[in-house]
C-alpha cells in the first residue's frame, strides 16, 4: 500500500512541477495550476514520509582489468591501479561508496560471467564456463562441454523482480551475448526494454576514430532516457547497462587520443603505454560520469544503488593486469579479480572492502535491498552483501568457485578450477593432477605455492570444492583416447582399472593410483570405487563432520587455544570421551570428561586448519556426535 502511495504521489509531483513551469507560459493555465500548487508541501510531505522503492543500476565492464582504471583498488598497494588510464568518474564512484578490492568475475570470459551475474549462480551450476563449445584438438584431455545460452528456464534476477509485484520496470542495454535465440534473448528473460540480443560484434563500428567509439554515448543516452521515463512514470527501475568497451576492437574519439599522445596531459605509464586503448578507457569513463550525473541532476541519488564490476580480467596482448598474474581467460588473479564499487542510500562513502565477493552476490544483494519477501529462486551460490553496505559484520555461509575445464588459444591455459576462501585460494590443474594453494594477502601475484607447507588447509579446500563441483553436477574434462600418453579404452582410458569420469569427480585428478590412499582411511582408491565410499574423505571421520544441531555446538569457531563445547541438556550421566581428529584421519587429542552441558577444551598446539571434534559415551551409551571446527 505504502509503495503504490509513493508512486501515485511521484506521479502527482511530477504533474506539479510541469505545471510550474507552464503557469509562467500559458495564462490559462494559470489558475488551475495555482490550485494545485497550494498542495505541494503537502505532496512533499507524504512523499518524505512514504519512500519509494530504491532503483538500482548495474554497469557491467567488457574486460577491464583490475587495474584498469584510476582508482587504487587496495589501500595496501599503490601498484593497484593504472599508472595511465584516467578514469575520473569511476574515482567519483568509489569516493562515493564502496571500492571492493577482492571482488571477482564469476569466470575469466564474458558470457559465463553475464549468466551467472543475472542468475545468481556459480558457473559450474549453470553448466554454462566459456563462450562456444569448440574442443581444442590434439591436447591430453577433452574439454568439458558448455552451454552458451540462456534456456529460459531459469529465474534472473530481472524476472525475480517482476515477481516481487513492487511495479520494477527493467532494461538491459548494451552487449548481451547469452545467446540469440528467443528464449535467450532480453525479453523472454524479464527485460521490459533492450537493444536486442546483441554479441560482441554489436559495438564494433570499423574504424578506430569514431564519435561515439563502442556506441559508449549512445548507450548512455538510452540509459538515460529509461531513467527519466521511468522518474516520470513514477516507477521504481533496474538498468543493467552493458558496455561493449573496454573489450576490442579498439575505438576511442579523436579527442582523447590527442589527449593521451600529448605527454604533457598524459604522462606514459610503465605498465600501461597504449595510447588507444587508454583514450577507449577514459571515453568510457566519461559515458559513466554522464549517467551518474543524470541520475544526480534527476534527484536520486538518496533512492538509487549504482554497482560497477566487469566481466573479466583485462586482456593480455592490450593491456597489463600487474600485480595480478595473467589475464582474460585464465583463473589466476588477473583473469578474474575485477574492480568493483557499490554506492547508494545508507552507504558509507569512500571505504574499502577486503572481504572476498563476486559478482554473483548481486543478485541476493539487490532482492534483499527490495525489501520482498518473495522467496529467492533455488540453488543460489550468491551471498546478500548488505552488511558490507551497512558496515555490519559479513561471514560468507561458502567459498567462491571458479570452474573452466577448457584450452583456449594461448598454450599456457589448460583445464582448472579454483575455489577462493577468503586470503587463499586453491587452483587444481587437471592436466598435471597438481593443486596450487596461494595466500592472497601476502601473494597477489600467485608466485609462492603453499600447498607442501600446508597440507591440512590443501586437503580441505580440495574436499570443498570437489564437493562444489559434484552438488552442481559440473561438466568436467575427460581423457582423450587418441592421445600417445594412454594405452586404455573408455571408460578407463589411462588404463589404471578405475573409471576416468569417477576419478575426476571423486579425486578431481585421474594421476592416483588404485592403489593410492588420499585420505589415508586404510582403504586404497580401488576399494572405494568398488564399495562406493568417498576416496578424498575417511569416512569413519565424515560420519562426525556433518553439524548437527542442537545436539552439539562449539565456539569460538575459528578458535584458537580453546574450543568452548556446548551439549544438549541429558539425562543421561556418563563419561565423555573427547576426539579431535585431523583431515588425515589421525586422532591429535584424546580425553575423557564428565558428562556436562558445557565443556571446554585446550587446543594449545595444533596447527592452523580443519579438525573434527567428536563425542561419545565411554562405555558407547549414546551414539557419538560430533562437529566440523576450523583452527587458525
Not at 500500500?1 to 506539479?16: D, E, G, I, K, R
Not at 531513467?227 to 582523447?256: C, K, R
Request: hydrophobic share 35%; net charge negative.
Amino acid at each position: 500500500m505504502a509503495v503504490c502511495l509513493s508512486h501515485t504521489l511521484q506521479a502527482a509531483f511530477q504533474l506539479t512541477r510541469h505545471l510550474y513551469q507552464i503557469r509562467f507560459i500559458s495564462p490559462c493555465m494559470h489558475k488551475f495550476s495555482k490550485n494545485i500548487l497550494c498542495f505541494l508541501p503537502f505532496l512533499l510531505c507524504l512523499l518524505e514520509s512514504s519512500p519509494a522503492q530504491p532503483n538500482f543500476v548495474l554497469i557491467v565492464l567488457d574486460d577491464m582489468g583490475w587495474t584498469g582504471t584510476s582508482v587504487q583498488m587496495d589501500s595496501s598497494r599503490t601498484n593497484s591501479r593504472s599508472d595511465f588510464y584516467v578514469t575520473p568518474a569511476i574515482e567519483q564512484l568509489g569516493q562515493s561508496g564502496l571500492i571492493f578490492s577482492q571482488a571477482y568475475a564469476p569466470a575469466p570470459k564474458c558470457s559465463p560471467s553475464r549468466c551467472s551475474i543475472l542468475t545468481g549462480r556459480s558457473t559450474a551450476r549453470n553448466h554454462f564456463t566459456t563462450t562456444d563449445n569448440q574442443i581444442t584438438p590434439d591436447r591430453l584431455l577433452v574439454e568439458g562441454a558448455t552451454t552458451n545460452f540462456l534456456d529460459g528456464a531459469d529465474t534472473t534476477l530481472a524476472e525475480w523482480l517482476k515477481l516481487t509485484g513492487l511495479n520494477y520496470r527493467t532494461a538491459h542495454f548494451g552487449k548481451w551475448h547469452l545467446g540469440s535465440a528467443a528464449t535467450s534473448s532480453p525479453a523472454n528473460n524479464g527485460f521490459d526494454m533492450s537493444d536486442g540480443a546483441t554479441s560482441n560484434g554489436d559495438g564494433n563500428q570499423g574504424a578506430t576514430v569514431q564519435t561515439d567509439p563502442k556506441k559508449i554515448f549512445s548507450l548512455t543516452n538510452q540509459a538515460i532516457n529509461f531513467i527519466q521515463n521511468s522518474v516520470t512514470d513514477g516507477v521504481p527501475f533496474y538498468l543493467q547497462l552493458s558496455h561493449y568497451a573496454v573489450h576490442t576492437d579498439i575505438e576511442a574519439t579523436q579527442a582523447s587520443i590527442d589527449l593521451y599522445n600529448d605527454a604533457n596531459q598524459r604522462p606514459p605509464g610503465q605498465n600501461h603505454t597504449d595510447v588507444e586503448y587508454a583514450a577507449m578507457t577514459e571515453d568510457t569513463d566519461t559515458g559513466i560520469g554522464q549517467l551518474l550525473a543524470s541520475i544526480s541532476n534527476l534527484g536520486l541519488d538518496s533512492n538509487t544503488y549504482v554497482m560497477l564490476i566487469s566481466d573479466n580480467g583485462g586482456q593480455m596482448n592490450v593491456t597489463n593486469n600487474a600485480p595480478l598474474h595473467r589475464g582474460k581467460t585464465f583463473i589466476y588473479e588477473g583473469g578474474i579479480r575485477v574492480p568493483m564499487f557499490i554506492k547508494g542510500p545508507g552507504v558509507p562513502a569512500n571505504r574499502y572492502i577486503s572481504e572476498a565477493v563476486v559478482a554473483y552476490d548481486i543478485f541476493p544483494t539487490i532482492a534483499e535491498l527490495t525489501g520482498s519477501s518473495t522467496p529467492l529462486p533455488a540453488n543460489l551460490d550468491g551471498q546478500s552483501l548488505l552488511p558490507l553496505l551497512s558496515e555490519n559484520t559479513f561471514d560468507r555461509r561458502q567459498p567462491i568457485f571458479f570452474h573452466s575445464p577448457h584450452y583456449e588459444n594461448n598454450p599456457n591455459k589448460t583445464p582448472r578450477s579454483a575455489v577462493v576462501d577468503g586470503v587463499y585460494k586453491l587452483l587444481v590443474e587437471y592436466e598435471t593432477g597438481n593443486t596450487y594453494l596461494f595466500d592472497l594477502s601476502s601473494d597477489v601475484g600467485e608466485d609462492t605455492d603453499l600447498s607442501a607447507a600446508q597440507p591440512d588447509r590443501t586437503h580441505e579446500l580440495c574436499v570443498i570444492l570437489r564437493n562444489h563441483l559434484k552438488a552442481a553436477e559440473a561438466d568436467m574434462p575427460s581423457l582423450d583416447a587418441t592421445h600417445a600418453n594412454f594405452s586404455g579404452i573408455a571408460p578407463d582410458i589411462d588404463g589404471d582399472g578405475l573409471e576416468d569420469a569417477w576419478e575426476f569427480r571423486e579425486l578431481l585428478s585421474y594421476t592416483y593410483g588404485p592403489t593410492d590412499d588420499p585420505d589415508g582411511d586404510g582403504k586404497d582408491n580401488m576399494t572405494e570405487y568398488n564399495e562406493g565410499s568417498d576416496p578424498y574423505v575417511d569416512e569413519t571421520v565424515s560420519s562426525v563432520g556433518e553439524e548437527i544441531l542442537p545436539w552439539i555446538k562449539v565456539y569460538p569457531n575459528p578458535a584458537t587455544e580453546r574450543l568452548n563445547i556446548q551439549l544438549e541438556p541429558s539425562t543421561l550421566t556418563t563419561e565423555l570421551l573427547l576426539q579431535i581428529i585431523d583431515l588425515k584421519g589421525q586422532t591429535v587429542i584424546e580425553v575423557g570428561r564428565e558428562y556436562a552441558e558445557t565443556l571446554q577444551l585446550s587446543i594449545q598446539g595444533l596447527s592452523a586448519g580443519l579438525y573434527f571434534l567428536k563425542v561419545q559415551g565411554q562405555n558407547n551409551a549414546f551414539q557419538s556426535i560430533g562437529v566440523r571446527f576450523v583452527i587458525e
